[in-house]
């Protein structure tokens, strides 16, 4: 057995239609979007980024033929992604993403674990800051992946070169976001996602519906216990899909009072504001104030 320790949060990947529309949505919903960053092989994002190391990149496919090649040369980033948009649309919360010092250390932990989905990916692309001053991000990345459950998928990523780049301006939300906190999946069958989840995470598997990483907990819950916790639906059945992301706000009724004023759907559930999904937001998006 490959030893390790458990991996912290990196980022959440959000697939989405149009960059311009998650623009739009996530804006609205206090957040400070980073400019477009794009991937050598046909995809892009437009990160939003949190003072605690952790955040979420929102991808739209940018170039269809460079995607499809990338694809028939064996990219598993973007065919997860094609796999994820196929089954379940262009609007949606299709990976979580583990830190690592050491992702080929990681590619043969999840070989050994015949959980491996695929080939390494090396790449670097160009990151710009709000001031407009750019620097390169180089990154490796492992993938693991269940052959059954094809509604999600988790990596490894080493950042290889992390730019020097002054971050505050993209950090400073209006919504008070600091950080996620937790990440909520649904299965129908939440025991069989744990060696899964463990393995991903680094972490010795366990029985339990929670995986306790360093800065943030990855929760797997039955449609049912979904609804009862949020009031809001998990959607259709499914082996593993990530449906919610918790973030610790500074104070829940200065978020309320942003949400409300930018006319943003939202519902109270206990000290919780809960934000359905929308075109640009593929998840519920939770806030809980964290003193």
Not at 3 to 27: F, G, K, M, Q, W
């Amino acid at each position: 057995m490959i030893e390790t320790s458990t991996h912290p949060l990196d980022h959440l990947v959000l697939p989405t239609r149009s960059l311009e529309i998650a623009r739009l949505r996530l804006s609205s919903l206090g957040f400070v979007v980073a400019p477009t960053g794009i991937h050598p092989f046909g995809t892009e994002n437009a990160c939003v980024f949190f003072t605690d190391g952790t955040y979420l990149e929102p991808l739209a496919v940018g170039d269809e033929k460079t995607a499809d090649r990338a694809i028939g040369e064996g990219n598993v980033f973007v065919a997860r992604d094609r796999l994820y948009r196929s089954r379940l649309g262009d609007e949606g919360f299709s990976a979580v993403v583990f830190g690592t010092a050491d992702a080929d250390a990681d590619q043969a932990r999840y070989v050994e674990a015949g959980l491996s989905a695929g080939n390494m990916l090396s790449f670097s692309r160009a990151f710009t800051d709000t001031t407009g001053k750019s620097d390169t991000a180089s990154f490796k990345l492992a993938f693991v992946a269940d052959s059954k459950a094809t509604d999600s998928f988790l990596f490894a990523c080493q950042r290889i070169n992390a730019p020097k780049i002054d971050r505050t301006a993209l950090q400073a939300h209006a919504n008070g976001v600091t950080g996620i906190i937790e990440i909520v999946a649904v299965s129908d069958r939440p025991s069989s996602q744990a060696r899964l989840l463990s393995t991903a995470a680094g972490q010795d598997a366990n029985d339990g519906d929670k995986v306790r990483l360093p800065n943030a907990t990855l929760t797997v819950l039955t449609p049912d216990a979904f609804a009862s916790r949020f009031g809001a639906s998990a959607g259709s059945p499914s082996d593993l899909r990530f449906a919610a992301i918790i973030f610790a706000v500074r104070s829940i009724a200065a978020a309320t009072r942003l949400l409300a004023a930018n006319a943003i759907e939202h519902d109270m559930s206990g000290d919780e504001i809960v934000v359905p999904p929308a075109p640009g937001q593929g998840a519920a998006f939770i806030f809980r104030e964290i003193p």
